[in-house]
């Protein structure tokens, strides 16, 4: 079970114009219930599923914006997004070729990848305890998916560099953090956090619970019988449960990755820390906002860009 980690890079202004709720009303009837019905059948059988669809939708959105770029598959003269370091462990790509087959069936060449991925996010943290929120569509495909335009920075990023990042996409350090909250049904790999580890440092971390700690030394220590790095659930109480238990625990030192813990620290962050953890609505309605906005960072809509009958290829040309 991947991590899911909400930091990125590239300084691209927003785009809102030609976005609506209900874009596929007339062209495509059915299509968000038919990408609610395939998002309701893998939750049942797999509920991370929506740490995977966040990572994979903040992931996408924070390189060339909202456009499936992070969806192309590889070819011989090209390494796409997904081919890279920071991307390596993103999952639900087969989830997303189930969704597009089913609207293939039903309206061809009229729902965009990008769409499905902003859908598919929204289904699954409803499912999860989340907020239902309403989210417009109507964006294109993207024409490019290039490995060398994936600059994510790491779990390590300081507070005030990860604010920056998020302002220079239009996003507040309050959407920063609250954006962060995802983590609520995350998990990491031991590869992430390990420098944090008093197996590592040779003593307990000052900003980590030494039970913690210790719980932790355990976990990365034991070697899996399948190979697969140990992983640790970011929110260790209610893990696969969308609330705000991640914020309190944050502000108990139990925060796994730096950036999380340093969220409880920095006096810039510390303050939406605290208000979103006594308030678990406040924390919802915020977290539908930044969402919303989110979708709508650098979208490709109109003529631009194209509309994938197979969301892991380009179409082809004439």
């Known amino acids: 079970m991947p991590m899911i980690i909400i930091l990125f890079f590239l300084v691209i202004p927003l785009a809102f114009a030609d976005l609506q709720v209900g874009f596929y009303k007339s062209s495509c009837p059915k299509a968000e219930s038919i990408v609610q019905q395939v998002v309701q059948k893998r939750f049942n059988s797999d509920k991370s599923i929506t740490a995977a669809l966040l990572r994979m ?24 997004e997904k081919n890279t370091t920071a991307n390596a462990s993103v999952r639900g790509y087969d989830l997303i070729d189930d969704v597009k087959q089913s609207l293939e069936s039903a309206c061809s060449s009229t729902v965009s990848c990008a769409d499905i991925i902003t859908l598919a996010t929204r289904d699954a943290v409803a499912l999860s305890g989340g907020p239902k929120y309403i989210v417009p569509t109507g964006r294109r495909d993207g024409l490019v998916s290039n490995s060398n335009e994936v600059n994510l920075p790491g779990p390590g990023t300081p507070v005030p560099a990860a604010s920056r990042i998020f302002q220079s996409k239009g996003m507040t350090t309050e959407e920063m953090v609250t954006l962060l909250g995802a983590h609520t049904v995350g998990v990491a790999h031991c590869g ?28 990365c220590n034991t070697t899996s019988s399948s190979g ?28 796994i990755l730096q950036i999380d813990q340093q969220l409880a620290i920095d006096k810039s962050t510390r303050g939406f ?6 308030n678990g609505d406040k924390f919802q309605k915020s977290f539908a906002d930044a969402m919303i906005k989110l979708g709508k960072i650098e979208v490709l809509v109109g003529n631009d860009g194209e509309i994938r009958k197979n969301c892991r290829v380009f179409n082809k040309r004439n």
């Open 57 to 80: 939708h903040f992931h996408d959105c924070f390189v060339r914006g909202c456009d499936a770029s992070i969806l192309i598959d590889s070819t011989n003269g090209n390494t796409s």
């Open 273 to 278: 820390v605290s208000g979103f953890a006594s």
């Open 228 to 255: 697969v790095e140990p992983s640790a659930f970011l929110d260790q109480n209610t893990s696969f449960t969308f609330d705000n238990v991640f914020y309190k625990q944050i502000l108990l030192k139990k925060g």
């Open 192 to 219: 992430f956090f390990f420098g944090r580890l008093s197996s590592f440092r040779g003593q307990v971390d000052p900003t980590m619970d030494p039970a913690l700690d210790a719980k932790l030394v355990k976990l």
